[in-house]
């Protein structure tokens, strides 16, 4: 058996002739914060679903914890989904809420006490067992659903998009939170979420979810660096994306031509076939090349900029005839204008050969 805690297997599920999930494969480990990542439609939830046990696939096989899952109904699975809308009782308690599954699992009412009232310590309750639903806040209501889920202690959590109907301020504390309660309970965590900049606040794997197929799978910094896909570097983030013709290839590296020019980038692409290369605006570095291992993209034009807070935000127009847009993430300090001509340069390293 795989040793993964939680294992998909040629996962697909179909409506009819739409295919919502294709031929899934994924394993995560144990004590893994892992987030679903993808835009709406992409097939995420449906994953979570089936994970769930909510959603049966049309094909595949689903593992946890070394248990062939598959068709195994909700109730029976070592696993616990917190929802977007925390489906929390109205009429009951945050204790009598925290505790519901305790007592649907007919757990003794000596321990259930102790174990909600140790689970509201951990999520920071411990003094508003007594109060109603109405009266906590959203976040606190969040807490409230995340006790009652990890008090039954479940192998795996779902959590789906539970945090987008917080506020900004209040999602970004609970982002914090939601890491620092998984590091501490050490509970695997899947999460998801269309927003490319949560996933990469919590997240220990990123899997990036495109028209039912996995595009990416790897650690925050790995999938916003060096992106496996074109799709994972445009939807992670801002990306500027030169296509241009592979002209050569040789020791795992291939010169493309571009519209900027000849440019060498480690990576495999036949020749003769088009090639994407993603360079992130934070990138960019203007003035003149620092250091040898610098690849030189030519003159440009600022075109326009925008502050914000910890860099500009610029546009630099470029090329022969200044037909090419690129995006730049400049420090505040530097002393750009809209007009004015500069060289912009990039690390080799940072140019990044993309498939299909």
């Not at 899952?69 to 696993?79: C, D, E, G, I, N």
């Not at 794997?205 to 790995?222: M, Y």
């Not at 291939?254 to 934070?282: C, F, K, N, Q, Y």
């Not at 030189?296 to 914000?308: E, T, W």
Request: with cysteine; glycine share 8%.
């Amino acid at each position: 058996m795989n040793a993964s805690l939680v294992s998909l297997r040629k996962v697909r599920k179909s409506y009819g002739d739409l295919v919502a999930l294709n031929d899934i494969d994924l394993s995560i480990d144990q004590g893994q914060f892992v987030v679903l990542l993808g835009p709406s439609g992409s097939g995420k939830t449906t994953l979570l679903s089936i994970l769930g046990g909510f959603t049966t696939p049309t094909s595949g096989d689903v593992w946890i914890d070394g248990q062939d899952v598959t068709t195994t109904p909700p109730a029976q699975r070592p696993t616990v989904t917190v929802f977007q809308d925390y489906a929390l009782f109205p009429h009951m308690t945050v204790s009598e809420n925290v505790g519901f599954g305790l007592t649907m699992r007919k757990v003794p009412r000596g321990e259930r006490k102790q174990r909600v009232e140790r689970v509201l310590e951990t999520v920071g309750l411990h003094d508003l067992g007594g109060r109603r639903i109405n009266q906590l806040s959203g976040g606190q209501r969040q807490r409230v659903a995340l006790a009652r889920a990890i008090v039954v202690e479940p192998a795996v959590l779902l959590l789906d998009e539970p945090l987008g109907a917080l506020d900004l301020k209040i999602r970004q504390q609970m982002q914090e939170e939601l890491v620092e309660l998984q590091r501490r309970i050490e509970t695997t965590f899947v999460h998801v979420t269309h927003d490319q900049e949560e996933a990469m606040n919590i997240a220990d794997i990123v899997v990036v979810i495109n028209r039912g197929a996995i595009e990416d799978v790897g650690p925050p910094e790995r999938v916003y660096l060096r992106p496996a896909s074109l799709f994972t570097a445009t939807f992670m983030g801002d990306s500027n994306i030169l296509t241009g013709k592979a002209v050569a290839s040789d020791a795992g590296h291939t010169t493309v031509d571009t519209p900027l020019g000849a440019i060498v980038v480690e990576g495999h692409v036949d020749v003769g076939a088009t090639a994407h290369l993603s360079v992130r605006p934070e990138q960019i570095k203007v003035g003149a090349a620092q250091s040898g291992d610098m690849t030189s993209l030519g003159d440009a034009r600022i075109s326009a900029m925008v502050f914000q807070g910890a860099h500009r935000r610029c546009h630099a127009r470029l090329g022969p005839n200044q037909d090419i847009d690129l995006l730049l993430y400049v420090p505040p300090e530097q002393d750009l204008t809209p007009g004015q001509s500069v060289s912009i340069q990039v690390r080799a390293a940072d140019i990044v050969l993309l498939r299909d």
